[in-house]
């Protein structure tokens, strides 16, 4: 098979893997070094919790043994659920960045990078530990969130921009395509 590498299709196909891999790299790359940080500061603090802003923002190192908020923690069979439950989330992730990222917006690949790499961050902390490295802790208006990290945080973002995408960009244009196609065929 031979490409022409100054087609304008692959070239925008080519940035766009580009943008992906470098968003993967990035996140996965942060996640990752925070949580090392984390694991060797706190071992010299108190109850492993560094209060950055009072009563608002502390650095408390936890595990989790469980998926979000502690979800099956403690369940003898919740690793053998969960791990190939990721693995087949991940590849599915991978095939909508390769199949479908020559007819996406910008905005839809940050959205499905971030969430690979947020599940691929916790996914290598389950098979490696046994557990979830989580260390940010907020408080907002007395009501204190659960422990979370950079993964959580680069999977929810992710999920909020790709959401953005499908309400904004997505359906929108789908919508006036298929008029068009209509108005067309009515024609």
């Not at 905005?107 to 389950?126: E, K, M, Q, T, V």
């Amino acid at each position: 098979m031979k490409f022409d590498f100054k087609s304008v299709k692959l070239k925008a196909y080519l940035r766009q893997i580009l943008l992906a891999s470098a968003i993967i790299a990035a996140s996965l790359t942060l996640d990752l070094i925070s949580k090392e940080l984390v694991v060797k500061a706190s071992a010299d603090w108190p109850m492993r919790e560094l209060e950055v802003i009072e009563g608002f923002f502390s650095i408390h190192y936890v595990t989790n043994t469980g998926a979000a908020f502690s979800i099956g923690a403690g369940w003898e069979g919740f690793y053998a659920f969960i791990i190939p439950i990721t693995f087949v989330f991940l590849a599915f992730v991978l095939f909508l960045l390769y199949f479908y990222t020559d007819k996406r917006h910008p905005l839809f690949i940050i959205g499905i990078s971030l969430i690979f790499s947020g599940a691929l961050g916790n996914l290598i902390d389950r098979i490696a530990l046994g557990y979830v490295r989580d260390f940010l802790d907020f408080v907002f208006f007395g009501w204190d969130f659960a422990v979370f990290n950079i993964a959580d945080a680069c999977l929810v973002a992710g999920v909020i921009i790709t959401i953005i995408w499908a309400f904004v960009i997505y359906f929108p244009s789908a919508s006036k395509e298929k008029a068009a196609k209509e108005e067309a065929e009515a024609e």
